[in-house]
Structures are given as structure tokens and as C-alpha cells.
């Protein structure tokens, strides 16, 4: 198997990331040596040839969603007619203010029910991830998720909400984002199910 290696000054600890139409990637910390990084690598050798069969798995799958129809732009699922003679480049200018407005009451919403205060809240286009938040509580969603079921996007707002009081993937997150929103593990479902084809999604004009 091809590994490319990174390394990143930002990088707190070496990190394998990969994804449907992403190539396998070692993310790496400076001053981590070859010799470590190579025994990392062997020591997740199953975990990564397991996520590669998945990987390829979902980049094999037709696309069920039916987002390719040419003239539409999608809100929660929902087709609507787009603004005749809109440019792909403006669709997407329009489906990221759409974002920003959504996910910002989402945010507002959600935050003030679980008691925690946010920072700056970015509308971006990341390859793989859905949302994001960083050690200053600034938030970021990829403006995609407005296609997507809003009880979706919802879930990806809380997880990041869920990061202000516990900023990793600990056990411990985890309980506060069972507690936060119970349905969570649905919304992530739907997610690996379905999120390939958010991301290969390229809005077509009439």
C-alpha cells in the first residue's frame, strides 16, 4: 500500500486520515523519525487496510441521492429551482450564504440551550470533514451540510458545540454529546452512508 507522507508543524501527534477520493496520507508531526514513523504504521496496518475496503467500497457506490439533476439547488433535501442563468459559482456563493445563515442559528440555538459560548463561525469547503472546532471556540462547517437532512446538520452543530467543553474524541466527549443529542449515532449513519456524495456534489446549471 502507498502512503504519502506530511509533515505539519500543526500536527500534536502522527495521524493517518484517508477517504473515497482522498489518497492514504500520514499526517506528521516535526521531529518524529522515519523509524517512528514506520512502526506506526505497522502497528495500524488492520485499522488502515480495514478503512481503505471501506473507502473503496463507497467510492464504488452509484450515486442514490439524485443531487446530478441539472436547474436544482437542494435544501434539506428538498429540490429548488435555481435562479435561471445562475453560474455553478454563483450557486455556490448562494448555497454559502444559505449556510452561514442556517448553521448560524443552529449554532445560536443550540448553544444557549447547552450553556456553552462559541467564537467566529466559518462557512468553508473541507474535502473530508463536516465541521470543526478549534482551542479559541471558533467553529467550522462545510457549507454542504445544507443539502443534507437538517437533523443532520443539526448533529454535525452540536458535535462541535459538544468540542467547547470536551476539545477531543474522549469517552468523556462522547457522554456529553449522548446527554447533548441522543439521536447522534443516526445522524453520523447518515452521514458515512451518504456524505461521499455531498462532497462529489458540483451544482449544474439549467
Given amino acids: ?54 473507502a473503496r467500497a463507497i467510492a464504488a457506490r452509484p450515486p442514490r441521492l439524485g443531487l446530478d439533476r441539472p436547474g436544482v439547488v437542494w435544501l434539506d433535501l428538498r429540490p429548488l429551482s435555481a435562479e435561471p442563468g445562475a453560474t455553478p459559482a454563483a450557486i455556490e456563493r448562494w448555497y454559502r450564504t444559505e449556510a452561514r445563515r442556517r448553521i448560524g442559528l443552529v449554532a445560536e440555538r443550540e448553544a444557549a440551550r447547552l450553556g456553552v459560548e462559541h467564537g467566529a463561525i466559518g462557512i468553508r469547503d473541507p474535502r473530508t470533514r463536516w465541521g470543526s472546532c478549534s482551542s479559541r471556540g471558533n467553529l467550522s462547517f462545510s457549507w454542504r451540510l445544507v443539502i443534507a437532512p437538517a437533523r443532520v446538520l443539526e448533529y454535525v452543530v452540536i458535535h462541535e458545540l459538544c468540542h467547547l467543553r470536551e476539545l477531543n474524541h474522549s469517552k468523556r466527549f462522547y457522554r456529553v454529546l449522548d446527554e447533548a443529542r441522543p439521536t447522534w449515532r443516526e445522524e453520523a449513519a447518515w452521514l458515512r452512508e451518504h456524505g461521499q456524495e455531498l462532497h462529489d456534489y458540483r451544482a449544474s446549471p439549467a
Fill in 1 to 54: 500500500m502507498s502512503v504519502r507522507v506530511r509533515e505539519s508543524a500543526r500536527a500534536r501527534k502522527l495521524r493517518v486520515v484517508l477517504g473515497p477520493r482522498r489518497p492514504l496520507e500520514a499526517i506528521v508531526p516535526r521531529r518524529v523519525t522515519d523509524r517512528q514513523l514506520d512502526r506506526f504504521l505497522a502497528e495500524h496496518r488492520p485499522w488502515i487496510a480495514r478503512k481503505l475496503r471501506e
